[in-house]
Each structure stands twice: as structure tokens, then as C-alpha cells.
């Protein structure tokens, strides 16, 4: 322990970045979620040089099966952990899949202007030339940094500084496929160190008007994804569970297919709130563009993947069902 140094607790989740293969040489096909948070931080003995590190082994699963429960578990622990004067920094190991969705929740939920860096990897820990250590030793640099102070909840891998807002996973297997490819990452990491260009101007973190600590749930909400030929099973399934939301993951600018539109309008009439958002991955969903949004009394996504939109969706249902103020914070968030 150094005194100097800032104090980061690691909390490991699981993931590829826990994971083990047969051989050196499985880069898939390997078994995530086996390596425990004091292995991960053995691994890196340069750690020690940067900041004065503790972990806790809050799950131990593979990110596709991250649930609401696990979101609100961590965000609890993170909220509690921040408060602490001892602690400047928080690292969140985690599975690659679903990682985008949790730094989005937490960027949406956590009380505090300290540092929150994600980080995974997307060998396996046994794997020549694992990205796991290094992508781990930067993301500990990082939350331990005054630079990243104030940012909002940061994704770090392969050397680049992402906002959890943005970022989104862009390949399957690659070790560089964390990106934000259009509005562009923050900054990179050098030697240990952040060097940041720019920041993300959505409100999120300390600035935000979602509290979970009260919570124990949160309100049920399916993306319905669309494509030629699509029916309305979906959409009938998840109202008839009672989701209270919905979020429509559409062609192009979120547009409605003919056979999807009145079950998407039968729903809003009994209450369920729908968000139409897009498929494609990039631009804005235009407001009274592809559907009359006031008319239907319907939300848009603004920029958020559907996948993103859930997450806000269910925080939003949490304050109101008011589409006025879920489309405002939809522009805010
Ligand atoms: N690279 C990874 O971490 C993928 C893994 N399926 C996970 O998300 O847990």
C-alpha cells in the first residue's frame, strides 16, 4: 500500500476476461466466468504501481445472462462504495456481450462524480496474447486518474477511453471492437496514462434524476425487433406478460411496418408506453418522421440503440408515464 496512490476497488462480474480455455491457443469456444477477482489482479502485479487495489467477486457470470437484479445489485454496491472518502475509484470487470448496457445503466444511476471504468477482454485469460491483463491495468490507471473525474460511467479496452452512452460492441470475435462510431471515444490510454479529447455532453451520474436505491425491481421492458415479413408476435407477447413498455426496435429511422403499427397502437391504448427506436445502429430517430409521434403519443430514442432505450425506458418508468417526460428525458440522457 502506497499512500500516494489512489485507492480503486475491483468488482468482478465474470466474463471472457475471467474466462479459461483448453490451450493457449482457444480463443473461442473457451468457458467464461472462472477465474476469481484475486487471480485477475495476481495477473498483473503492475497494478500495484498505479494504484492501491482491492477486488470483490460480486458475480461470477457470463454477461448474456446479466439480469435487472444483477444491475440493481451492482449499482447498489458502486453507490455505497463511491460514499466511502477511501475510495477514488471503481473498475467493473464484465462479459463483452451486455457490456455497453450495464456502464449505460450505471451512467444513469450512480451517485458520484468518481470514476466508474467497464472493462472485459475478449480472450480468454489462458489465451497467447490475452487482452485481459493489459486492458485490466489500464482501466485501474484510469479510475484512479483525476482526468477521468466528472466523465460519466467510461468503457476502456484496447487502449481507447469510450463513453458508456456511445460505445457499443461492433464485432463478434475481434479484441477491437468497443467503439463509438460516429460520434467518436474520448481518448486513449498511454503507458498507464489517460489522454482525453473530448467528453460526453449527455447528463449522467451525479447529475441525474433516477435513484435505485430504493428498488427492488424495475418496470418490465421488451424490445420488439423488426424486419421484412414481421408480425405482431412479439408485441402481443410482451403485452400480454404486461410489460408496461416497449421498445421498437424499427427499420431505418424507426419507421413502423403496416402489420406491426396498430398492435403498437392497440398497446399505448392500454397504457404500455412505446419508444421507437432504430435497427441500423447509427443517426437520430426524427421525432413526427417515420410516424406521427404526437398523434400516437408516442416516445423516440433520439441517438439510443434499442437496447440502450430499455435501459432508460425502465429508469423513465420508474419517475412516470408521462410521454412528455419520458420523451424530455430522452433528449436529456
Ligand atoms: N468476450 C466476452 O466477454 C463474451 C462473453 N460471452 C461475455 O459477455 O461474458
Redesign the pocket.
Same mark, same amino acid.
Given at each position: 500500500q502506497d499512500a500516494k496512490l489512489p485507492h480503486v476497488v475491483i468488482l468482478a462480474t /465474470? /466474463?471472457? +476476461?475471467a %474466462?479459461t480455455g483448453a490451450t493457449s491457443t482457444t480463443t473461442v469456444g473457451y468457458t $467464461? $466466468?472462472k477465474v476469481g477477482v484475486e487471480s485477475l489482479i495476481k495477473a498483473v502485479p503492475e497494478l500495484s504501481n498505479v494504484a492501491n487495489v482491492t477486488g470483490e467477486q460480486v458475480f461470477q +457470470? $457470463? =454477461?448474456?445472462s446479466m439480469t435487472n437484479e444483477h444491475w440493481l445489485a451492482l449499482a447498489k454496491r458502486v453507490n455505497t462504495l463511491l460514499a466511502q472518502a477511501d475510495v477514488d475509484g471503481i473498475v467493473i470487470t464484465? /462479459?463483452?456481450?451486455?457490456?455497453e448496457e450495464t456502464a449505460y445503466f450505471l451512467d444513469l444511476v450512480v451517485k458520484s462524480n468518481k470514476p466508474v471504468v467497464l472493462v %472485459? =477482454?475478449?480472450r480468454p485469460s489462458t489465451a497467447i496474447s490475452a487482452d485481459g491483463p493489459i486492458n485490466l491495468y489500464n482501466a485501474v490507471a484510469l479510475a484512479g486518474s483525476k482526468e477521468a473525474v466528472g466523465k460519466g460511467v467510461l468503457v476502456a479496452l484496447n487502449d481507447q477511453i469510450n463513453a458508456a452512452r456511445e460505445v457499443t460492441k461492433t464485432n463478434t470475435v475481434s479484441t477491437d471492437t468497443f467503439k463509438t462510431t460516429e460520434l467518436g471515444f474520448l481518448g486513449y490510454m498511454l503507458d498507464g496514462k489517460p489522454r482525453f479529447y473530448r467528453a460526453s455532453l449527455r447528463k449522467h451520474t451525479a447529475e441525474t434524476e433516477f435513484d435505485v436505491s430504493g428498488l427492488n425491481a424495475l418496470p418490465a421492458v421488451d424490445v420488439a425487433y423488426s424486419y421484412a415479413n414481421v408480425g405482431t408476435a412479439a408485441v402481443d407477447a410482451f403485452v400480454a406478460q404486461g410489460d408496461v413498455g416497449i421498445v421498437h426496435a424499427g427499420t431505418g429511422d424507426g419507421s413502423l411496418p403496416a402489420r406491426t403499427k396498430p398492435a403498437l397502437v392497440a398497446a399505448r391504448k392500454k397504457g404500455v408506453i412505446i419508444v421507437r427506436s432504430s435497427r441500423v445502429g447509427q443517426g437520430i430517430v426524427a421525432r413526427n418522421g417515420e410516424a406521427n409521434d404526437d398523434e400516437l403519443d408516442f416516445v423516440v430514442s433520439d441517438t439510443l440503440s434499442p437496447q440502450k432505450a430499455r435501459i432508460l425506458l425502465m429508469l423513465a418508468l420508474t419517475r412516470t408515464h408521462d410521454t412528455k417526460e419520458i420523451q424530455r428525458m430522452f433528449y436529456t440522457y
Open positions: /465474470g /466474463g471472457t +476476461i %474466462g $467464461a $466466468a +457470470i $457470463a =454477461s448474456e464484465h /462479459g463483452t456481450d451486455t457490456l %472485459g =477482454s475478449m
